[in-house]
């Protein structure tokens, strides 16, 4: 008898081929699949459509690493007399406040910095404010002193306004050894070249004036933990150093610092600060370190007469806050901006 829908009919070995043939089918469909999942995603990569690489936008967006200068090793150096003196250079730079600070163990000439909370990683990190084209550029003619200055010049600038102290001698141990550190990380820089990725990394300058009331605001909660409300820092159990070195008050650095111009300060944190970004890896935005240098610089710390600074007031940097000036912004202007109607000024013949 024969059913209404029937079915062709089979027996057991037929079927069990059928079976076999309908896997074999799908496993044939399934590797091609595969196959062009992988041809096309190696395809997307070649052309660009696909990446894997997590990193691509920083390599994209960032000149490679391997771009920056990189500081050579003091510990390689093979005369160990030199290797010891080059080593205390460092060590200098590091803590200078145990030899030097207030309770400095060789001479109590300055405040309790180290040159290292400004140059960060003994002055070797890239964007890091490092020492990478000082020994290649100095000595130079600069506008601050208008007169050439020397290696030994320009660290006293550091003691004398940084770290709000007294100028080394010259010719003693502790400045031979720093002098002999600095020369030595510029080893590998051709003579008047920059190093990539010295000093300080450049930041777009703001439409509007820098707001210190913004600033303050960012400052509780990006800075305050480490650098205290009062802008004091904290110091180490011992008391001869800074763990969280102070932005302000008496201990802090002067207002003829370099960290007192809003750009330098603006452009040091934005690359460096809080602790843990890097020039690659910010953690504030241009508008917020803009407003946190307003802040920061708007509060009290040490004044130095520097009668002598800035002969030629025409060189003045746009962002230096005293008068006078060769053009008619106000000195309120020159220190919080808008900077680029300055800038636009004296562009003009
Ligand atoms: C509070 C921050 C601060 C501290 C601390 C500090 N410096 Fe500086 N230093 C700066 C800034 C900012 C500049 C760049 C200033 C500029 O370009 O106007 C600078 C520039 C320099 C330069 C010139 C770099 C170049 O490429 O031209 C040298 C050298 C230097 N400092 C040495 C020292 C030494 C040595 C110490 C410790 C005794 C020290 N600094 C401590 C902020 C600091
Ligand atoms: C997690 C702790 C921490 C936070 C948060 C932090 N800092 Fe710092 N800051 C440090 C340390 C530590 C140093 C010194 C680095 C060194 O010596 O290697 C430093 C150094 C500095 C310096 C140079 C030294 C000085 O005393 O003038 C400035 C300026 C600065 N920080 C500003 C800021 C600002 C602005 C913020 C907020 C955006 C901030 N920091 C957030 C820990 C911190």
């Not at 106000?330 to 800038?343: C, S």
């Amino acid at each position: 008898m024969q059913e209404p829908h029937s079915q062709p009919q089979f027996n057991g070995n037929e079927l069990q081929l059928l079976r076999s043939i309908r896997s074999l089918i799908a496993a044939i469909a399934l590797l091609a699949l595969g196959l062009l999942a992988v041809s096309l995603l190696y395809i997307g990569e070649r052309t660009g459509f696909i990446s894997r690489h997590s990193d691509s936008t920083a390599a994209d967006s960032a000149i490679a690493p391997s771009a920056f200068w990189m500081a050579p090793d003091p510990e390689t150096i093979g005369d160990p007399v030199l290797r010891e003196q080059i080593l205390y250079g460092k060590e200098l730079i590091r803590h200078t406040s145990r030899y030097l600070g207030p309770k400095g163990s060789v001479a109590q000439i300055s405040n309790g910095l180290n040159c290292q909370n400004c140059h960060l990683d003994a002055g070797t990190r890239v964007f890091g404010n490092n020492y990478g084209s000082v020994a290649s550029t100095y000595p130079k003619f600069r506008a601050r002193s208008g007169g050439m200055e020397n290696i030994y010049k320009r660290v006293n600038d550091c003691f004398e306004r940084s770290l709000n102290g007294q100028a080394l001698d010259t010719n003693g141990r502790e400045m031979q050894a720093i002098y002999a550190y600095i020369k030595f990380l510029g080893t590998d820089v051709k003579p008047g070249e920059k190093a990539k990725g010295s000093g300080l990394k450049e930041l777009a300058w703001l439409d509007r004036a820098a707001d210190p009331t913004k600033g303050k605001a960012v400052y509780a909660t990006k800075c305050q933990s480490c650098h205290q409300a009062d802008g004091g820092g904290t110091l180490n159990p011992d008391g001869n150093e800074y763990t969280y070195p102070p932005l302000w008050g008496k201990n802090s650095y002067n207002d003829a610092a370099g960290l007192y111009r809003l750009s330098n300060f603006a452009r040091y944190v934005h690359a460096n600060m809080p602790l843990g970004a890097t020039h690659e890896n910010t953690l504030l935005s241009a508008e917020e370190a803009w407003d946190l240098a307003a802040y920061v610089n708007s509060q009290a710390r040490p004044h130095k007469n520097t009668p002598n600074d800035w002969p030629d007031i025409a060189k003045k940097p746009v962002d230096h806050p005293f008068g006078p000036y060769a053009d008619a912004f106000t000195e309120t202007q020159h220190k919080f901006g808008p900077f680029k109607p300055i800038l636009a000024a004296a562009r003009k013949p």
